[in-house]
């Protein structure tokens, strides 16, 4: 078994734990300005769109990366209706495979 | 990383910064600020756990995920007072062991997949992070933070480099939907903390803690 990234795991512990104890343990959490929580708050979606459009949109590259077209498009956007329809995760997550496997088992992708 | 990370989506993109040969430190900021949103989950719990001892919170933090919080918070408000045994069940009985037995499938199971892009597996990642990010949007002022972020990463990746795409939008689309009128939430603690085990009604949070439990789905 490969262990290599327990190093990233364990920096990754201590970049999260912070963020989910230091309000329950020090109850000074609400002196930070509304408008810095609201930022925080929105963090979270925006990594995740980021995170789900570049994949979606850009080949990996060293530097600027190129314009992607494919079936993933689609896939990701049945995901996305599907989670919206049925507020389910998994729902989506399996027809996105499906609909990509199929295509690429029927030469379309 | 499942046990000592515990965070469902932190853990799906540092496979995606992982595999695209991101540096750890890049991995870690990207981690903090997807983490962020813990800390108003952890603020809105903090009422209704301020009781019980110091220890027993910091160990209740470290399972702190979308899942609990939301099925937590939820059951508080209904017996109108905290229950730490729910809590545990929450966090462990429906969050950390299933989501760690999964986690165990999947390394015995991947061997048995010799080429993942033929079965479509490769989308799992794009598509788990938009679906996420579904489960995160419960207002414009997300919608079009989240809007912003995929313009500025797909501008970000396609003009400037591919490897600071997802910390640009994750950066610059939070500041879009700031921008948009109307009132910040005043404040994320409540005026009247109900304290343990008393049957005190609990106010409504706000819209930021309240509409995290939105991210039932997300793992």
């Known amino acids: 078994m490969k262990t290599d990234l327990v190093g990233l795991a364990f920096l990754m512990f201590l970049a999260t734990y912070p963020s989910r104890a230091i309000p329950l343990l020090s109850g000074q959490f609400e002196r930070l300005s509304p408008r810095l929580l609201e930022y925080l708050r929105l963090v979270g979606p925006a990594v995740l769109a ?27 956007l049945a995901c996305l209706l599907l989670v919206l329809w049925r507020r389910n ?5 399996f027809a996105a495979v499906v609909l990509v496997a199929a295509a690429r088992s029927a030469g379309l992708a | 990383m499942s046990v000592i990370v515990f965070a469902g989506a932190a853990q799906f993109a540092a496979v995606g910064f992982v595999s695209a ?3 750890w430190p890049a991995i870690v900021l990207l981690t903090a600020l997807l983490n962020a949103r813990h800390l108003l989950y952890s ?12 220890v027993k919170r910091a160990l209740m933090a470290h399972l702190l995920t979308d ?8 059951h508080f408000r209904r017996l109108a007072r905290a229950d730490v045994r729910g809590y545990w069940l929450a966090a462990i009985g429906s969050t950390f062991i299933p989501w ?17 892009s033929r079965l479509g597996l490769d989308v799992v990642f794009p598509a788990a992070m938009a679906g996420l990010t579904i489960g995160l949007i419960s207002g414009r002022r997300e919608l079009v933070a989240a809007g912003a972020a995929v313009v500025v990463a797909i501008a970000t990746g396609l003009l400037v480099d591919t490897r600071i795409a997802v910390l640009a939008g994750g950066l610059i689309g939070p500041l879009a939907g700031l921008a948009l009128p109307g009132p910040l939430p005043a404040n994320i603690q409540p005026d009247n903390p109900a304290p343990m085990g008393r049957g005190t009604a609990h106010p409504d949070l706000g819209s930021s803690a309240g509409s995290s439990g939105a991210g039932e789905a997300s793992r």
Do not use: C, Y
């Open chain 2, 67 to 74: 899942e609990s919080f939301a099925l937590t918070i939820a």
């Open chain 1, 89 to 93: 995760l998994f729902v989506g997550l």
């Open chain 2, 21 to 23: 040969g991101m540096p």
């Open chain 2, 100 to 116: 760690n037995a999964a986690t165990i499938i999947g390394i015995l199971g991947a061997s048995a997949i010799p080429d993942p």
């Open chain 1, 50 to 76: 980021a995170l789900a459009a570049k994949s979606t949109f850009v080949t990996d590259a060293q530097g600027p990366g190129a314009f992607h077209v494919g079936i993933e498009w689609l896939a990701v």
């Open chain 2, 43 to 54: 603020a809105a719990l903090r009422p209704w756990l301020s009781e019980i001892s110091t």
